[in-house]
Nanobody
Framework: QLQLVESGGGLVQPGGSLRLSCAAS????????IGWFRQRLGKEREGISC???????WLDDSVKDRFTISRDSAKNTVFLQMSSLGPEDTANYYC????????????????????WGQGALVTVSV
């Protein structure tokens, strides 16, 4: 069974940091691109970062100076390091996998992804 499991969410004070992990099981990430998405209360799911199987990375402007995406192939895991968190970052965070096809794709578009994790709640509050 192909699965992604997120971990690392929780409650953090404004200005704090968290690291989310996205571990794959049942498949290896080498031929997949991974996207990170978040869904804030009452809002649509939005793409915030992606790490392509080819090595390219993207970060949305809203997180570009605060978040970092990385991949550890040995652990079959992708990470999202988040710093300088603010209340606006409170959301359910999801990782998702897009199998490499050799064609360009819109890595910020949830419809491009086939495998989804269950989500990790991040709450930024005093």
């Amino acid at each position: 069974q192909l699965q992604l499991v997120e971990s690392g969410g929780g409650l953090v004070q404004p200005g704090g940091s968290l690291r989310l992990s996205c571990a794959a099981s049942g498949f290896t990430l080498d031929q997949y691109s991974i996207g990170w998405f978040r869904q804030r209360l009452g809002k649509e799911r939005e793409g915030i970062s992606c790490d392509s199987y080819s090595g390219s990375r993207w970060l949305d402007d809203s997180v570009k100076d605060r978040f970092t995406i990385s991949r550890d192939s040995a652990k079959n895991t992708v990470f999202l390091q988040m710093s300088s968190l603010g209340p606006e970052d409170t959301a359910n965070y999801y990782c998702a996998a897009h199998q490499a096809t050799g064609y360009a794709y819109a890595c910020w578009d949830p419809d491009e992804y086939d495998i989804w994790g269950q989500g990790a709640l991040v709450t930024v509050s005093v």
